[in-house]
């Protein structure tokens, strides 16, 4: 297993569009994770998954997104009527169980540009 | 509720000196503390991490952090910076009870030649 894959790595859309990326994790991960990242700042949590459970979402996370992770393996993060302001760095991770042992391993992100 | 604060933006040193990226944090509980780098681009790739046990804890390209507990600090080091350090770091904390990590806002390292 070579990592955390994220497909696709640019994404650019027109406003109020709807917009879906992928994450498939380390295999024998059972946790994943979403995060955002803006130009000069740090991740911002989203969301994440144990297995195929959504445990915890973000306020960040508004009615227009939406996280799924079927069959607790790859995940999908989709964003309806994208705005200006969800131009970001889609950062997706994974780790076995709370990832206290050694943090988690992140993709290489999906850059999503709405213009 | 956790956080992490990083003061320095960017940090600039001179190849062959000596670094330090400062890093202090807030938990409810007992701390688990990470190092991560980013070059441009890409994700995020993990240089180290306290748990328990020693306060200096060593990791990958020859950083070490130094856990206070007493200061709430934990500040990335090397004794000899290398141009190829240069990258943006972050720091980032988990309350033994949470069940996510928290990033501060990073810091940018420059190492001039």
């Known amino acids: 297993d070579t990592g955390v894959s994220q497909d696709p790595r640019h994404k650019i859309t027109k406003r109020g569009q709807n917009v879906t990326f992928r994450c498939d994790p380390i295999?024998?991960?059972?946790?994943l994770y979403w995060y955002r990242q803006t130009l000069g700042q740090g991740p911002e949590f989203l969301t994440y998954?144990?297995?195929?459970?959504?445990?915890?979402k973000s306020r960040l996370l508004s009615d227009r997104f939406s996280a799924e992770r079927p069959k607790g393996s790859f995940s999908t993060l989709e964003i309806q009527r994208t705005e200006q302001g969800d131009s970001a760095m889609y950062l997706c991770a994974s780790s076995l169980g709370p990832g206290a042992s050694g943090g988690y391993t992140f993709g290489s992100g999906t850059r999503l540009t709405v213009v | 509720a956790q956080s992490v604060a990083q003061p320095e933006d960017q940090v600039n040193v001179a190849e062959g000196n000596p670094l330090t990226v400062k890093c202090t944090y807030s938990v409810s509980g007992n701390p688990y503390l990470f190092w991560y780098v980013q070059y441009p681009n890409r994700g995020l790739q993990f240089l180290l991490k306290y748990i328990t046990g020693d306060n200096l804890v060593k990791g990958s390209y020859g950083f070490e952090a130094e856990f206070n507990k007493s200061q709430t600090s934990f500040h990335l080091k090397k004794p000899s910076a290398l141009v190829s350090d240069s990258a943006l770091y972050f720091c980032a904390v988990r309350d033994s009870s949470a069940s996510k990590i928290i990033f501060g806002s990073g810091t940018r390292l420059s190492i001039r030649p």
């Open positions: 998954f144990q297995n195929e459970a959504q445990l915890e």
């Open positions: 295999s024998e991960h059972n946790r």
